[in-house]
């Protein structure tokens, strides 16, 4: 994303992307809303659907003001990466996050299209290391994001990685409403990241039970394991229990694979799927107050960030 596309945002948000939860519908409205559209390749049941998807939010956009950019989002460690990042490049799009996993394999040929590469790190480490790959700009996904998450505090984190890295960083984690946004600006990242709060709105497609879990529950409704993927996720309680299964004696212990067997794919119906029956949400599930349409949700952050704006200039 170049410095000109970050302007034309009518707000520096962006809609996260996330599994079973973004796609057409939710990117294009975002967009249309002047933020960033993000949603994985892999919400796309194959490399045809993926690359339909884009010739009609590129259509649909057309006569929109100013939309924000369509970003998808390449998971590193999945099967159809190379069809997907074929796809991406031949629609050559503008802006890529990458996630679990290096972006190594994927930021020549997105460069080669003029394409700006965002990579997900959870550690100062990840965070050299994506950028020694070549990743153009940073999601620094700190304690309590929602999905695949970080276990960093945001503030230590953010400011850690200010100190080798000044081109564009995006805060991920616990941004529950506009004054957590403008909280990001003021701590040096350019942009931030709401996943959460975008699963509970009309355009999202994530099961209707789990926009009202998202609803209905809190901040503390939410815990860390590594029990369902391998890698630390935030997981929604009442999901778990819904699923008989106890949150205090879930196995820690897992690798990513055995977690793929256990709870992944297979077509096995008769045990509990994550992200189809466990379901994850961030610590910012606190901000969650109904279901909305994204223009909505996006002129209420817009709101916030402003009152909060003008809160900070009187703060001595
Ligand atoms: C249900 C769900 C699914 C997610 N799926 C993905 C995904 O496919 N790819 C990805 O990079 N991040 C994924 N994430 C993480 C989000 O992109 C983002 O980092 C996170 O939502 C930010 O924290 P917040 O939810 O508190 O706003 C997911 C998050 C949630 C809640």
């Excluded at 010739?55 to 003001?65: F, G, I, N, Y």
């Excluded at 074929?86 to 460069?111: K, W």
């Amino acid at each position: 994303m170049s410095a000109a596309a970050l302007q034309r945002l009518r707000l520096p948000l962006i809609a996260a992307p996330m599994l079973r939860v973004s796609g057409p519908a939710l990117v294009t409205a975002a967009c249309r809303a002047g933020v960033v559209g993000a949603f994985p390749t892999a919400n796309a049941r194959t490399v045809d659907e993926l690359d339909q998807w884009l010739t009609q939010m590129r259509e649909s956009l057309q006569d929109a003001e100013q939309p924000g950019p369509v970003c998808p989002n390449l998971i590193i460690r999945q099967p159809r990466l190379q069809d997907d990042l074929a796809c991406l490049v031949r629609h050559r799009v503008e802006m890529v996050i990458t996630s679990v996993g290096s972006p190594a394999a994927v930021v020549g040929p997105l460069h080669d299209v003029g394409c700006t590469v965002f990579a997900d790190v959870a550690s100062v480490g990840h965070a050299e290391k994506a950028l020694r790959a070549g990743a153009d700009g940073l999601v620094l996904l700190s304690a309590g994001a929602g999905g695949q998450t970080g276990w960093a505090n945001g503030m230590a984190f953010a400011r850690a990685v200010r100190q080798f890295f000044d081109g564009p960083l995006v805060m991920a984690g616990g941004i529950s409403d506009g004054h957590a946004l403008w909280a990001a600006r003021a701590l040096g990242c350019d942009l931030g990241y709401m996943g959460t709060k975008f699963i509970a709105t009309e355009e999202s497609m994530a099961d209707a039970r789990h926009k009202a879990m998202v609803v209905s529950s809190r901040l503390d409704d939410v815990m860390r394991t590594r029990a369902f993927t391998g890698l630390d996720a935030s997981m929604l309680r009442p999901s778990i229990e819904a699923a008989g299964l106890d949150p205090d004696q879930l196995d820690e212990t897992v690798t990513f694979d055995e977690a793929r067997t256990r709870f992944g794919g297979g077509t096995s119906d008769d045990k509990p799927k994550r992200w189809r029956d466990i379901w994850s949400a961030g610590h910012s599930v606190s901000g969650v107050t109904g279901i909305h349409d994204v223009a909505g949700l996006v002129a209420a952050t817009q709101a916030e960030y402003e009152a909060a704006r003008r809160r900070t200039a009187d703060l001595q």
